[in-house]
């Protein structure tokens, strides 16, 4: 057993920062969710599956994976059959791939599921006909077909920046008393621009994220494109959407199901997450000459014709009602509320899809 073994993560933390000084919070987002050995994803069992932390869309029902499917489908149709690739990028237990993949034509078809956490790659390499990479760089090049990401950049890494009526400053992870604290240092220059260009109007003391990192990431997915398309859902807005919430920020933690404590109490034990700032990463596919289109999730899914699916099982409720079996009446409602969820207005619903083509 090494040292590090038996070293909590709270206290490598302070050790760090006694010998090195404050660290900036993107690092220690970093060193919070994904250290090999401590970190939230790469410890404890799948995190966003009911036994986890949190339940996401795919794990809700697997209408969300079916209907984004039918999408897919469609880029199938436009793109050929053969050499069509998807990719899930942060795939967690494989529930959207596995949905999306009942909605798409098998020929020479290439799917790749990629997740960063160790647990989430054993799931995923149960499944034979998918090759498994832990991130956007395992991807091959010039790739034709659709790159999807669930719930993926909103937990990237994030810098935390805050208006002070005349300037930006950042606030690193520093210790005050023995314990972590996030502690004022001027902003880095890339760190305010980002905060001038996507932070949209913040109140003396307001806090916001920067997202560089999803930005990064959106760039590696763009480069690995030759034809199709990169869908990225999530929670979050619009810089201007997002002003609201500009007093304190979006930065929150979950754990078991619920928010959690504040992120520098409980290192490596909460998933730490923010709202998906789109502002940016539509500015990044504008540069790189993509079609936008943002939709919230309940109108996405519209489109693609889950509505329909839950008209059909209303009818098919009352027509189990009529036949005397509320067993199988109960599963259908079951089936029928969980989809439900996936649009609700002030839930799942109010999702953002992103979905970017590449001629
Ligand atoms: C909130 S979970 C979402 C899982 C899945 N997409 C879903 O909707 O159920 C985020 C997942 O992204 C993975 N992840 C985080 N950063 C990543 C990266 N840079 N590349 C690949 N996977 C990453 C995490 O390990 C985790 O499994």
Excluded at 15 to 31: C, L, W
Excluded at 98 to 116: L, N, P, Q, T, Y
Excluded at 122 to 130: G, M, N, R, V
Aim: proline share 4%; glycine share 10%.
């Amino acid at each position: 057993m090494t040292e590090r073994d038996i070293v909590p993560l709270l206290d490598q933390l302070i050790a760090r920062i006694n010998t090195s000084g404050p660290m900036p919070f993107e690092e220690f987002m970093e060193v919070c969710l994904y250290d090999l050995e401590d970190g939230f994803f790469a410890t404890g069992p799948l995190r966003s599956t009911i036994s986890g932390d949190f339940l996401t869309s795919p794990e809700v029902s697997s209408w969300f994976g079916r209907t984004l499917g039918r999408f897919v489908a469609s880029e199938q149709h436009r793109l050929g059959r053969d050499g069509f690739f998807v990719a899930d990028v942060g795939a967690g237990s494989g529930s959207l791939l596995k949905a999306v993949a009942r909605e798409i034509e098998f020929g020479s078809i290439d799917v790749w599921a990629v997740d960063r956490s160790p647990a989430a790659r054993a799931a995923l390499s149960d499944q034979s006909d998918w090759v498994v990479g832990k991130g956007i760089a395992d991807l091959p090049e010039q790739v034709s077909g659709v790159i999807l990401a669930n719930e993926l950049l909103d937990n990237l890494p994030t810098a935390l920046a805050v208006w002070t009526g005349n300037r930006w400053e950042e606030r690193f992870v520093g210790i005050q008393s023995g314990a972590l604290s996030l502690v004022r240092v001027p902003a880095r220059t890339e760190v305010s621009s980002w905060s001038t260009q996507f932070g949209g109007i913040v109140p003396d003391g307001g806090m916001v994220e920067v997202q560089l990192a999803a930005g990064d990431w959106l760039r590696a997915a763009l480069g690995k494109m030759r034809r199709g398309s990169i869908v990225i859902i999530d929670y979050g807005g619009t810089a201007e959407e997002l002003e609201p919430r500009r007093t304190r920020g979006t930065l929150r933690t979950y754990r078991a199901h619920h928010l959690g404590p504040d992120p520098l109490l409980e290192p490596g034990k909460t998933d730490i997450t923010s709202d998906v700032n789109f502002s940016s990463l539509m500015a990044i596919a504008a540069e790189a000459g993509c079609t936008i289109d943002l939709y919230r999730q309940d109108d996405f899914l519209e489109v693609w014709g889950l509505r329909e699916e839950i008209r059909r099982l209303r009818h098919q409720e009352l027509d189990l009602a009529r036949q005397g079996d509320p067993i199988e009446r109960l599963k259908v409602r079951s089936q029928r509320i969980d989809i439900e969820a996936l649009v609700h207005p002030r839930g799942l619903g109010d999702f953002r899809v992103l979905v970017l083509g590449v001629a």
